[in-house]
Every structure is written in structure tokens, then in C-alpha cells.
């Protein structure tokens, strides 16, 4: 075996790991001892396209289930804080604890039916169109 290997040179460990599984394979002098495996191929897809296809799948949110906890959940906000729209999560979970107090019950009847109706809305969106408006535009209302 090489000692320029990353299994015998600590030097050049955890980076050569790292960057082999991120697509970005430098050779032999980091790579795999004496040049045992060759450069994965991938097709016409570079690194930086497969990390931002990956994080993008991260960053989906499916349109059932904000619908979902719109229509069950929606008073207290749930679906906001699920999509990432905070601020809109805690207006409506203040207004249904806070108002619902001062109002009996009026304000949070209100702000259930808005949360139905965005629930709705959600549903009947197709899951691109969802991705569209509400988690990559960050839309907080309607």
C-alpha cells in the first residue's frame, strides 16, 4: 500500500473521505490506497448539482399534510409552523388563546374557519404548485 493513501496518511483522511462521497474524487494522492478505485462516475451530473438537488428535496413539504393539520390543527397555527411561516404561526395561535379568551370563543371560531379554508386550498393544490407557492415563495397567507 502507499503511504499517500488515506488510510495510512491521517493528514489526508477525513477530507479525502468527505469529498470522495461529495463527487469530488481528487485521485490516488487522497483517495483510495494505490489507486484501487476509479473516480466514480455519475452521467452528466456535476457535485454541485447533485448537493443542490438533494437539498432541495430536503426542503419539500407535502401539501397533504399541511392540509391536513390546517383543517385538525389550523387554530392553533400548526400548519404555519410546518411550512416554516412563524410569524404567521404565532398570529394565529395568539389570536385563538388570546382573542378567544377576550371574545369568547369568537376570535378562534375565526381564525379555525381561515385555517379550514386554507386547509382546502392546500388540498386542492397539486403538490408542484404547493412547492411553488408556499415553501419556495414562503407565501404565509391564502
Not at 22 to 46: F, I, L
Not at 77 to 87: A, S
Request: net charge negative; charged share 15%; proline share 3%.
Amino acid at each position: 500500500m502507499s503511504d499517500q493513501g488515506h488510510w495510512n496518511n491521517p493528514d489526508a483522511g477525513a477530507d479525502a473521505q468527505s469529498s470522495y462521497w461529495q463527487g469530488e474524487y481528487r485521485g490516488p494522492e487522497y483517495g483510495w490506497p494505490d489507486g484501487e478505485h476509479a473516480e466514480p462516475s455519475y452521467g452528466s451530473m456535476s457535485a454541485a448539482a447533485r448537493r443542490s438537488y438533494a437539498s432541495e428535496a430536503i426542503r419539500q413539504k407535502d401539501h397533504v399534510s399541511a392540509g391536513l393539520f390546517a383543517i385538525f390543527l389550523g387554530m392553533f397555527g400548526v400548519h404555519k409552523f410546518y411550512l416554516g411561516c412563524n410569524n404567521a404561526g404565532f398570529i394565529m395561535l395568539a389570536t385563538s388563546i388570546i382573542g378567544g379568551i377576550m371574545t369568547f370563543g369568537l376570535a378562534a371560531a375565526v381564525i379555525w374557519f381561515i385555517a379550514i379554508v386554507e386547509g382546502v386550498i392546500y388540498l386542492t393544490k397539486s403538490q408542484t404548485d404547493f412547492d411553488r407557492l408556499y415553501v419556495q415563495n414562503q407565501r404565509d397567507w391564502f
